[in-house]
């Protein structure tokens, strides 16, 4: 199925499908129990570095990824530029320094995220997140729609001749 297909299936239920990476197990346990309070998020993964970041967000393909910006060997911002685009979900960094927000909104993140996360603001991610889908879907549709309609009226031309 493709990213707008798997999207617009989701879109059902609404849930959004969120992997967190943080090397620090507290600091993971603490957001993934604020995700799980939230009824409109599925944590489907967990990692505590980078590399396995990376694997996760390629096998889970998820909506949104919550990436620690400091951790060993691979970082959060090396995890962006890492992967794949075609897999690349929606990111969101947490950290308690502030002084890679310009890095992050360059890589276009949803959102920057200050420890200890707060839970109205993850809840403000969240919902910036399912914002972004929606307009992505809607953009993924019309582009869709309007293909299909150049296509018909290209073979609607094709099959008539055209008057004197």
Do not use: C, W
Request: glycine residues 4%; negative net charge; proline residues 6%.
């Amino acid at each position: 199925m493709s990213g707008a297909g798997e999207r617009l299936a989701r879109e059902a239920g609404a849930r959004l499908r969120v992997v967190v990476a943080d090397d620090e197990r507290p600091a993971r346990a603490f957001l993934v129990a604020l995700l799980r309070s939230a009824p409109d998020v599925d944590v489907v993964g967990e990692a505590a570095d980078g590399a396995e970041a990376v694997a996760l967000v390629e096998r889970e393909r998820p909506d949104l990824a919550l990436l620690d910006l400091q951790m060993p060997e691979v970082d959060g911002l090396g995890v962006v530029r890492l992967l794949r685009k075609d897999r690349l979900p929606l990111v969101a960094f947490v950290t308690a320094y502030d002084e890679y927000a310009v890095q992050a909104f360059e890589l276009n993140a949803v959102d920057y995220l200050l420890k200890p996360v707060e839970p109205a603001r993850l809840r403000l991610t969240l919902q910036r997140a399912h914002e972004r889908l929606e307009r992505a879907d809607v953009r993924e549709v019309v582009a869709a729609e309007s293909a299909r309609v150049a296509a018909a009226t290209e073979a609607i031309a094709a099959a008539r001749p055209l008057p004197p």
